[in-house]
T-cell receptor
Framework: DQQVKQNSPSLSVQEGRISILNCDYT??????FLWYKKYPAEGPTFLIS?????DKNEDGRFTVFLNKSAKHLSLHIVPSQPGDSAVYFC??????????????FGKGTKLTVNP | ETGVTQTPRHLVMGMTNKKSLKCEQH?????MYWYKQSAKKPLELMFV???????ENNSVPSRFSPECPNSSHLFLHLHTLQPEDSALYLC????????????FGPGTRLTVT
């Protein structure tokens, strides 16, 4: 059963507008969340993160919002640029049975920003 | 360029072949990971190494055999794979297993025929 869900496989927005990517999780023990961006033929790259003690974290054009009661987080990109076109993965930090910290990923949302 | 390299980038192998995937990180990190990404599935953690010691095997079949000779290098030895093992295999590293931010390599696209 998926613990991190990105229910929209794709999203298309116009350049200059806001992109909102959503992510839901089921495990209330998750306490740290990350967004990764992936271009074709490259590995995922870290974008922004948020701790569960916060409800918002901002870095330039990227803002992540966390709603713990709803087990929901979102990534806002304002203004969107064509270079933002990529697959965005939501991830949550969890622990393995062996005690190692691990990331649990969603399936990703493909964002296309049209010029 | 994330500082994590993987070779080969693409690999086609038969079910009776033996091959190895290589990962190298130039970041001075102590933890390294293997992930598998199958079509339309989330990234799945396979193995975790911390200071060259394997700390996690996420119920991975024995036809996948990892090796970590030092903190900078990680291998994934493959033998008698199945077609369903075809996937993108990603290597990642982090400062330590408690460090949430992981740096990924570009991946190896594996096709098993």
């Amino acid at each position: 059963d998926q613990q991190v869900k990105q229910n929209s496989p794709s999203l298309s927005v116009q350049e200059g507008r806001i992109s909102i990517l959503n992510c839901d999780y089921t495990n209330s023990m998750f306490d740290y969340f990350l967004w990764y961006k992936k271009y074709p033929a490259e590995g995922p790259t870290f974008l922004i993160s948020i701790s569960s003690i916060k409800d918002k974290n901002e870095d330039g054009r990227f803002t992540v919002f966390l709603n713990k009661s709803a087990k929901h987080l979102s990534l806002h990109i304002v203004p969107s640029q064509p270079g933002d076109s990529a697959v965005y993965f939501c991830a949550a930090s969890d622990f393995t049975q062996g005690g190692s910290e691990k990331l649990v990923f969603g399936k990703g949302t493909k964002l296309t920003v049209n010029p | 360029e994330t500082g994590v390299t993987q070779t080969p980038r693409h690999l086609v192998m038969g079910m009776t072949n033996k091959k190895s995937l290589k990962c190298e990180q130039h970041l001075g990190h102590n933890a390294m990971y293997w992930y598998k990404q199958s079509a339309k599935k989330p990234l799945e953690l396979m193995f975790v190494y911390n200071f060259k010691e394997q700390t996690e095997n996420n119920s991975v079949p024995s036809r996948f055999s990892p090796e970590c000779p030092n903190s900078s290098h990680l291998f994934l030895h493959l033998h008698t794979l199945q077609p369903e093992d075809s996937a993108l295999y990603l290597c990642a590293s982090s400062r330590g297993v408690g460090s949430e931010e992981q740096y990924f390599g570009p991946g190896t696209r594996l096709t098993v025929t």
